[in-house]
Nanobody, 120 residues
Framework: QVQLAESGGGLVQPGGSLRLSCAAS????????MGWHRQAPGKQRELVAA???????NYADSVKGRFTISRDNAKNTVYLQMNSLKPDDTAVYYC??????????????WGQGTQVTVSS
């Protein structure tokens, strides 16, 4: 059993900042790529940022220069620092992680989602 626990969402004014956290726990052999996705009402879920186990990152064009993804491998935790937030960033944010749970089993796990609302 593997669980991803997210925290850090909330209501923030335009131009403000939030930091999301997502910790993986359970029967974990290795954690590979981790990422953050978001889904706004009426829209498809989209990748926001991803990070490999060795720290390589990639970002959606809409968040480049404003969001920073990072991870703490010792804690199996991924973070998303969000600065200069815009109303268009309003969405439910989900973390994901590619995790090896046995010698032969690797699956993608998802967090439950955390609401981020950017509004004045």
């Amino acid at each position: 059993q593997v669980q991803l626990a997210e925290s850090g969402g909330g209501l923030v004014q335009p131009g403000g900042s939030l930091r999301l956290s997502c910790a993986a726990s359970g029967r974990i052999f290795s954690v590979y790529a981790m990422g953050w996705h978001r889904q706004a009402p009426g829209k498809q879920r989209e990748l926001v940022a991803a990070i490999t186990s060795d720290g390589s990152t990639n970002y959606a064009d809409s968040v480049k220069g404003r969001f920073t993804i990072s991870r703490d491998n010792a804690k199996n935790t991924v973070y998303l620092q969000m600065n200069s937030l815009k109303p268009d960033d309003t969405a439910v944010y989900y973390c994901s992680a590619l995790i090896r749970t046995t010698i032969t089993t690797t699956d993608t796990y998802w967090g439950q989602g955390t609401q981020v609302t950017v509004s004045s």
